[in-house]
């Protein structure tokens, strides 16, 4: 069974770094999907960022998208989000997710349904 535990949050003042790590093992193949999801108080979870670890294909939010990088140390079974110029918008508890990749990288960012998750590390952000 897939285990993913996640680490690195913490408070941060607007403006800003962190970086999350995602330790995953129990995977018997080398390529998969892998994606970082978000959920504030009161909203939906939301997707942040995903990759493509056979390949490197990523994805980002719209919300993120110069702000936040995802990245893997395949030799570690490691992802990493380094997260820079915080808002307070991104409060929230971050949640690693990994699964095969049966759809595009911009879907495995989003709308798919992961079958393996961690219990989230939470991130707040003050002004």
């Known amino acids: 069974q897939v285990q993913l535990v996640e680490s690195g949050g913490g408070s941060v003042q607007a403006g800003g770094s962190l970086r999350l790590s995602c330790a995953a093992s129990?995977?018997?193949?080398?390529?998969?999907?892998m994606g970082w999801f978000r959920q504030a108080p009161g909203k939906e979870r939301e997707g942040v960022a995903a990759?493509?670890?056979?390949?490197?294909?990523?994805y980002y939010a719209d919300s993120v998208k110069g702000r936040f990088t995802i990245s893997q140390d395949n030799a570690k079974n490691t992802l990493y989000l380094q997260m820079n110029s915080l808002k307070p918008e991104d409060t929230a508890m971050y949640y690693c997710?990994?699964?095969?990749?049966?759809?595009?990288?911009?879907?495995?960012?989003?709308?798919?349904?992961?079958?393996?998750w961690g219990q989230g590390t939470q991130v707040t952000v003050s002004s």
């Open positions: 997710a990994a699964d095969l990749c049966p759809a595009t990288i911009a879907t495995m960012g989003g709308l798919y349904e992961y079958n393996y």
């Open positions: 129990g995977y018997t193949y080398s390529s998969y999907c």
């Open positions: 990759i493509y670890t056979g390949g490197g294909s990523t």
